[in-house]
C-alpha cells in the first residue's frame, strides 16, 4: 500500500521546555529532551530532568549547540556570523581561532567581587566553533527563553547564554549574623546575589550546570517547601525566599541547655509558590560555625 504523503505532520510539545515541534525528530529542537517519553515523578511530586541523548543537537537562532558526553558534558557551539554568546572565561573548553573575543564588564563590580563573583562576562562572536565545559561531573541544563521569559538562577550554575538573553542581578535578601563577642560575622547561605536571565524581544538559549542530578516542582500559589539552600539551581520569578531555621531544643527547657545545642541547628530555604524550582542533587554543606544569631533577614523558625 502506497505510503499517504498528505498525511498530517503530529505535532508535539516538549513538557520540558514548552516548545512546539513537527514531531519528525526523536529529541527536542530547542533543548534537546527526547521526545514521547513519559515523565519521571517522586511520590513527592519531583519531576526527573528529561533524558537527554548523548549528541543532541539545539537550535539557537541561526546557530546550533551538540551536547556531548554523559558524565561531564560539553557544549559543542557551532555559530552563525551573526550569533554571539556570552560565558565565564573558567568554562572555556576550546574554540577556533577565527570566533572573535571580547569583554563584556557589568555594573556594580565593586560588590560582586567582594561576593567572589566573576566582574567581566567573556562574548564570542561567530562564525567558529567554540565549546564549554564546567569540568565537572553532572548534568547540563538547557533552558530555552521565550520572549517575556524570565528565570532567576544560583550563582556559580550558569554556564553560557546566548546574546539574545539579557542579564541582571540582585540581592538574594536570605542572610544572617553570628555574633562572638564583638566579632559579627554575616553568612548567605544561598549566596549574597542572584542572577537574572530573560529574553525580552526574541527566543534565546540559557545553559546551566547542576552536580548529580536535577529534580523541578511546581508550586502553587502559597505552596511552601524547604530545600538545602545550595541545593537550589533556578526558580521562577514568582517563587519567593525566605530563612528557614529549625533548632533542636533540650528535654529541659532551661535556658543553658538550648544554648548548648545551637551547632545541631539547621538551615533551610524556604520556597513559596507559584512557580517551577529545581534542586540539584549533589550539593555543598553550609557550615555553621555554632555562634548566637545575632540578627537575621526575614525568617521562619521551628524548635523541636
Not at 516538549?14 to 527526547?34: E, I, K, M, N, R
Not at 530532568?49 to 557551539?77: N, T, W
Request: glycine content about 8%; some cysteine.
Amino acid at each position: 500500500m502506497p505510503a499517504n504523503n498528505n498525511a498530517p505532520i503530529r505535532e508535539n510539545t516538549c513538557a520540558w521546555c514548552g516548545a512546539v515541534s513537527d514531531g519528525t525528530s526523536l529529541s527536542c529542537p530547542a533543548c534537546g529532551a527526547t521526545i514521547d517519553v513519559r515523565r519521571n515523578i517522586t511520590r513527592s511530586e519531583w519531576v526527573e530532568l528529561p533524558g537527554r541523548k548523548d549528541m543532541a543537537k539545539l537550535q539557537f537562532g541561526h546557530s546550533c549547540c551538540q551536547i556531548e558526553g554523559a558524565y561531564v558534558p560539553v557544549a559543542d557551539m557551532e555559530l552563525a556570523p551573526e550569533d554571539s554568546v556570552y560565558f565565564g572565561h573558567h568554562v572555556l573548553l576550546w574554540m577556533d581561532p577565527q570566533v572573535r573575543v571580547s569583554a563584556m564588564s557589568m555594573k556594580g563590580a565593586w560588590k560582586r567581587l567582594m561576593a567572589g563573583l566573576p566582574i567581566i562576562m567573556t562574548v564570542a562572536q561567530g562564525p567558529g566553533h567554540i565549546a564549554f565545559s564546567r569540568d565537572l561531573p553532572g548534568e547540563m541544563i538547557a533552558l530555552p527563553l521565550q520572549p517575556g521569559q524570565v528565570v532567576d538562577v544560583r550563582e556559580h550554575v550558569f554556564l553560557v547564554a546566548t546574546g539574545q538573553i539579557t542579564y541582571n542581578w540582585f540581592n538574594t535578601g536570605v542572610w544572617f549574623t553570628t555574633k562572638d563577642g564583638d566579632e559579627t560575622e554575616t553568612h548567605y547561605p544561598v549566596g549574597m546575589f542572584m542572577d537574572r536571565f530573560s529574553s525580552p524581544q526574541t527566543p534565546g538559549l540559557l545553559l546551566l550546570h547542576a552536580g548529580g542530578n536535577v529534580f523541578t516542582r511546581e508550586l502553587s500559589p502559597g505552596q511552601s517547601i524547604l530545600v538545602k539552600p545550595t541545593a537550589l539551581l533556578f526558580k521562577a520569578p514568582t517563587v519567593q525566599m525566605q530563612l528557614h531555621i529549625e533548632q533542636p531544643r533540650s528535654a529541659k527547657s532551661s535556658w543553658s541547655s538550648w544554648v548548648s545545642t545551637w551547632n545541631n541547628r539547621h538551615f533551610w530555604l524556604r520556597l513559596t509558590g507559584p512557580g517551577r524550582v529545581a534542586v540539584q542533587s549533589a550539593f555543598e554543606h553550609l557550615e555553621d560555625n555554632g555562634r548566637n544569631i545575632y540578627s537575621h533577614s526575614d525568617a521562619t523558625w521551628q524548635r523541636w
